[in-house]
C-alpha cells in the first residue's frame, strides 16, 4: 500500500506513547478471565504451524504415460492428479456441456528447463521454466518439473501439485467448450473449475486432502504464474490472485455448473492499478514502520465512521496499541499472552503484536498488506466487543476477518479522502489472502476456522462491505 503526501507525517509516537501508558496501566488491572482474542499463535509461518502434507498422493495414475522422468516424485502425484482429473471430466462434461469429454491425448510433458529440451508449443526454455500450461493446438500440457513444481511442493505441500494440474485442465475443456474470453476471464473460469475439483478430491478420489492442505494449496496457487504471452510486469497479472482465489471458491462451494456461466465482467474483476511511481518503485510496499504506526491510526478512523453507522452510537477509541518485544510479553487480564505472536486482549482493551520477530516476518514474506490485513482483523474484534458480539470464537474471529475485508474496502474505494492517508497498491489483496491463508499457528484452525473459511469471510467484507460482517456465519 501506500501513503498520500497530504498526511505523511503520521509519526512514530502513535506506537511509541501508548505503549507507556499501557504498560503503567495493565499493572492495575485485575481481572479473573483471561480473554485474548488470538490471531496468529506462537510459531504461525508460511509452512510452520500449518505444515504441509507431504505423502498423500494415493495410488493412481497407473496408464498416464509421461514424457519425462516417471519415477521422479513428482511426476508421480501429476500422474494420479491427471488419472484423477480425466475420470472426473469424463463425468462432468456431459452434464455441463452435453456430448462426452474428449480426454487428453496430446501428451504430458515434464520438462527439465535446463536440458534445452522443449514441449511443443514452447518456443524457448523461459517459456517452460517457472510456469506450467495447456496448448489447445496440440492438447498437451507441460511443467517445469525442475522449478516451479518442486518449489511449490516444498513450500505448500503435495496437494498444491494436483490443483495446479486442475487448473490447466479447465484450459483443456474450455477447448473443448469452445470457450472465448478475455485472458483473465479464461484464468478465473480456469480457477473455478480448480475448486470444483478439489471440492472432489476433498470428498473422494484418489486424493484425500485435508483442510489444510487445501489452506497450502490455495497459498501456493497464488504463485502460479500467467500462461505464456502474459507480460509478467503487466501490473493486472499480479493483482489478479484475489479474483482468481475467489473463483476457486465459487467452484468450490457450487460446483463446476457455477464456472460455466462466466463471461467478460462476469463475475467482476477487482484491479487496481499502482497510485503513484513511487509506489510501483518500491513494489507496492510501504516501509515495516509506516504500516504499524500508520495502520492502527487508520482503522480508527475507519471505525470511527463505521460505528456510528453500524449502531447510532460513538465510537470509542481502542485503548491502545501494544508492539511488543516476545521477550517481554505483555500481559493480558493478569495472564501471560506467551502463546500469541498478535492478539486483541478484551479485558483491557488493547491490540498487541510481536514487534520483533513474528511481524517483521509475515511483512518480509508475506509484504506490507499482510501485516496490515492481520492489524485490521485486532480491529475487528475490538469492533465486535463494543458491537456485544457474543458469537464463539471461531465466528467472531471471521467476523473480524470480514470487517478487515471491509477496511480494506474503504481504502481501495478511498471513500474516507479527508480523513485517510492510504492506497491500496497491486498486490495488497493478494497479500491479505496469504496471510489469512498462511500465517497461522498449529491449532489456529480450530479457533479461528480454516484459512478457506477466513479468505471467503475477508471477501465477503471486501465485495458487500461492513454490513455483511455482523451476519457472518
Ligand atoms: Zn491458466
Given amino acids: 500500500m501506500t501513503t498520500n503526501t497530504r498526511r505523511s507525517s503520521l509519526g512514530t509516537s502513535y506506537v511509541g506513547t501508548t505503549r507507556a501508558s499501557t504498560l503503567r496501566a495493565a499493572a492495575l488491572v485485575i481481572a479473573a478471565v483471561v480473554s485474548v482474542s488470538g490471531c496468529a499463535g506462537k510459531d504461525a509461518s508460511p509452512s510452520g504451524g500449518s505444515a504441509p502434507t507431504e505423502g498423500l498422493a494415493a495410488a493412481g495414475g497407473e496408464g498416464v504415460d509421461i514424457e519425462g522422468d516417471a ?26 456441456y452435453g456430448g462426452t469429454y474428449q480426454p487428453v491425448t496430446g501428451g504430458f510433458f515434464a520438462v527439465t528447463p535446463s536440458s534445452g529440451d522443449l514441449p511443443p508449443c514452447a518456443a524457448s526454455a523461459d517459456e517452460i521454466a517457472g510456469n506450467a500450461f495447456y496448448c489447445p493446438s496440440k492438447d498437451v500440457v507441460a511443467w517445469d518439473v525442475e522449478g516451479l513444481l518442486p518449489d511449490l511442493r516444498q513450500r505448500f505441500g503435495d496437494f498444491v501439485i494436483p490443483v495446479v494440474l486442475a487448473h490447466e485442465w479447465g484450459h483443456a475443456i474450455q477447448a473443448r467448450a469452445k470457450f472465448e474470453g478475455r485472458t483473465v476471464t479464461r484464468e478465473i473460469q480456469a480457477d473455478c473449475f480448480a475448486g470444483a475439483w478439489a471440492a472432489h478430491a476433498q470428498s473422494g478420489g484418489d486424493f484425500k486432502a485435508s483442510p489444510n492442505d487445501l489452506d497450502n494449496a490455495l497459498a501456493g496457487f497464488l504463485f502460479l504464474r500467467d500462461e505464456p504471452g502474459t507480460q509478467a510486469s503487466d501490473p493486472s497479472a499480479h493483482g489478479s490472485g484475489f479474483d482468481r482465489v475467489g473463483s476457486f471458491q465459487d467452484g468450490f462451494d457450487n460446483g463446476a455448473k457455477s464456472c460455466t456461466g462466466y463471461k467478460d465482467g462476469t463475475p467482476p474483476v477487482v484491479e487496481v492499478p499502482f497510485g503513484n511511481a513511487a509506489d510501483e518503485k518500491r513494489g507496492g510496499d510501504a516501509p515495516y514502520a509506516q504500516i504499524v504506526n500508520g495502520v492502527p491510526y487508520d482503522l480508527e478512523d475507519y471505525w470511527s465512521k463505521l460505528f456510528p453507522e453500524l449502531t447510532g452510537k460513538p465510537w470509542t477509541p481502542v485503548k491502545a496499541i501494544e508492539p511488543f518485544d516476545p521477550k517481554r510479553a505483555p500481559k493480558c487480564g493478569g495472564s501471560p499472552t ?25 511483512y518480509r514474506k508475506g509484504g506490507d498488506f499482510a501485516v496490515a490485513a492481520l492489524i485490521a482483523t485486532q480491529y475487528g474484534l475490538a469492533g465486535l466487543s463494543r458491537l456485544g458480539d457474543t458469537s464463539d470464537p471461531k465466528i467472531s474471529s471471521l467476523r473480524a476477518d470480514c470487517f478487515a475485508g471491509g477496511w480494506t474496502a474503504s481504502v481501495l474505494l ?51 462491505g461492513a454490513n455483511a460482517c455482523v451476519a457472518e456465519q
Fill in 71 to 96: 519415477a521422479n516424485p513428482i511426476n508421480k502425484i501429476v500422474a494420479s492428479a491427471i488419472a484423477d482429473l480425466q475420470s472426473y471430466w469424463a463425468d462432468e462434461f456431459p452434464t455441463l
Fill in 414 to 464: 478511498g471513500n474516507r479522502s479527508k480523513t485517510s492517508s492510504f492506497q491500496i497498491s497491486p498486490g495488497d489483496l493478494d497479500e491479505a489472502i496469504s496471510a489469512l491463508l498462511i500465517f497461522r499457528g498449529a491449532d489456529d484452525a480450530a479457533r479461528q476456522g480454516s484459512g478457506f473459511t477466513r479468505v471467503e469471510a475477508f471477501r465477503d467484507g471486501v465485495v458487500n
Fill in 338 to 362: 506467551d502463546d500469541y505472536v498478535l492478539f486483541y486482549c478484551v479485558p483491557e482493551d488493547y491490540i498487541g503484536w510481536d514487534n520483533v520477530d513474528a511481524m517483521p516476518d509475515f
